[in-house]
């Protein structure tokens, strides 16, 4: 099993910069493959981005594409999502999650552990 913590958030003004950490503890980090969702107000939990085992192969969502860069540190543990010409529809709670295997998955069911999730708010 794993333990993911996030941490990171907060509110930026639109056009400015956020980075989410998430922390593993627990299990052998690399033996999970990782993704970013997150969840607006009324709406159903989406991919932002989700990567490999091995973080050699990501998958970004249209919306994030060109803005959002997700990357791992299996040494440290710690999974990170730079946010950058961040919108206000970009506001929502961010999670990370984790599955054991290598390949990327992009549906939240196939992730077994999740974070608590930080808050993004994004102003016009």
């Known amino acids: 099993q794993v333990q993911l913590v996030e941490s990171g958030g907060g509110l930026v003004q639109a056009g400015g910069s956020l980075r989410l950490s998430c922390a593993a503890s627990?299990?052998?980090?690399?033996?999970?493959?990782m993704g970013w969702f997150r969840q607006a107000p009324g709406k159903d939990r989406a991919i932002v981005a989700a990567?490999?085992?091995?973080?050699?192969?990501?998958y970004y969502a249209d919306s994030v594409k060109g803005r959002f860069t997700s990357s791992r540190d299996n040494a440290k543990n710690t999974v990170y999502l730079q946010m950058n010409s961040l919108k206000p529809e970009d506001t929502a709670v961010y999670y990370c999650?984790?599955?054991?295997?290598?390949?990327?998955?992009?549906?939240?069911?196939?992730?077994?552990?999740w974070g608590q999730g930080t808050q993004v708010t994004v102003s016009s």
């Open positions: 990567s490999t085992r091995s973080g050699g192969n990501t």
């Open positions: 627990g299990r052998t980090f690399s033996r999970y493959a």
């Open positions: 999650a984790a599955r054991e295997g290598a390949a990327i998955a992009v549906t939240a069911t196939l992730y077994a552990y």
